[in-house]
């Protein structure tokens, strides 16, 4: 075990397996943060850490069964020439629930009516329930995903679960302020369920053959929260401009209904006031 500390190959493989898993982690930190906003601020404090203790349990848990993870790179049936893995149908599967959870997220955001607080005071109980067990289901998936790359990039089992446990601290550090900040401005929300749609989209092509490499997802989820930061920037700086604007416009006069507005007077001027004073009667 002592050896593996020195030897330098060990710590490459450690780094970039860590980084691996880190970037890997940012499909799982979206997915909580959508599911934690419609919870209450503690509620979606302990789902939130709850879910990242349960994907962190999964990846040691399938790092320890490493036979098992590599039998899921085999073909689970072959039928016309589509002789699909049993990784590639978790992917298909784990894609798909993506795809179903962020339209209808989308769906209800744009056409539900917002539930009443007391309405979801009664539910808390069974909402916290069901969007626990939906994130075990996708955090399963992303597990699988992201072991069985770590599989063949690192030969020893420790460095591996070095690495997760690495990997997860930092999602669990950066989770934490992606969830309050997805919950503080709907439109990020909005394009938080984008980006879920996008990686069930490639969580599907993938699993069907077709790799799409995470480079380019990632280059468009990066332009596009580019771009609504600096939207809700912009936005933030106007709302602080309007109670300045507010205070120093000059005040209305109130006016009854049924009245008719006073018409603002003249500026009196000198020649105006000459033009205003009653002509003095001819001398006889």
């Known amino acids: 075990m002592l050896e593996l500390l020195y030897d330098p190959n060990v710590w490459a493989a450690f780094l970039t397996l860590t980084a691996m898993e880190i970037v890997l982690g940012i499909d799982n930190i979206v997915f909580i943060s959508v599911l934690v906003s419609r919870l209450p601020k503690e509620q979606a404090d302990k789902a939130r850490k709850l879910g990242l203790a349960l994907a962190l349990i999964f990846r040691i848990a399938l790092l320890l069964v490493i036979s098992w993870i590599i039998g899921l790179t085999q073909p689970a049936f072959d039928v016309a020439g589509f002789a699909p893995t049993w990784k590639d149908l978790i992917l298909i599967l784990g894609g798909g629930f993506l795809i179903y959870k962020a339209t209808h997220e989308m769906h209800a955001e744009m056409e539900?009516?917002?539930?009443?607080?007391?309405?979801?005071?009664?539910?808390?109980?069974?909402?916290?329930?069901?969007?626990?067990?939906?994130?075990?289901?996708?955090?399963?998936?992303?597990?699988?995903?992201?072991?069985?790359?770590?599989?063949?990039?690192?030969?020893?089992?420790?460095?591996?679960?070095?690495?997760?446990?690495?990997?997860?601290?930092?999602?669990?550090?950066?989770?934490?302020?992606?969830?309050?900040?997805?919950?503080?401005?709907?439109?990020?929300?909005?394009?938080?369920?984008?980006?879920?749609?996008?990686?069930?989209?490639?969580l599907v092509a993938d699993g069907l053959g077709f790799h799409i490499p995470k480079g380019y997802i990632y280059s468009a989820m990066a332009f596009s929260v580019l771009v609504e930061a600096v939207n809700v920037i912009a936005k933030e700086r106007r709302q602080r401009r309007r109670p300045v604007a507010a205070a120093t416009a000059p005040a209305v006069p109130a006016v009854a209904d049924g009245?008719?507005?006073?018409?603002?007077?003249?500026?009196?001027?000198?020649?105006?006031?000459?033009?205003?004073?009653?002509?003095?009667?001819?001398?006889?």
């Not at 075990?136 to 420790?158: K, N, R, Y």
């Not at 601290?169 to 900040?181: K, N």
């Not at 009245?259 to 001398?283: L, Y």
């Open 112 to 202: 539900a009516p917002h539930e009443e607080e007391d309405n979801l005071k009664r539910t808390a109980t069974m909402a916290f329930a069901a969007i626990i067990s939906q994130i075990i289901l996708i955090d399963l998936v992303f597990s699988v995903d992201s072991i069985v790359t770590a599989v063949g990039m690192a030969d020893h089992v420790e460095v591996m679960v070095a690495a997760v446990i690495v990997a997860v601290a930092v999602m669990f550090v950066a989770s934490g302020p992606v969830a309050d900040f997805v919950a503080k401005h709907p439109t990020t929300k909005m394009l938080a369920l984008a980006f879920l749609l996008l990686i069930g989209t490639s």
């Open 259 to 284: 009245e008719a507005p006073a018409k603002a007077r003249p500026k009196s001027t000198p020649a105006s006031r000459a033009r205003s004073k009653p002509k003095s009667a001819p001398r006889k």
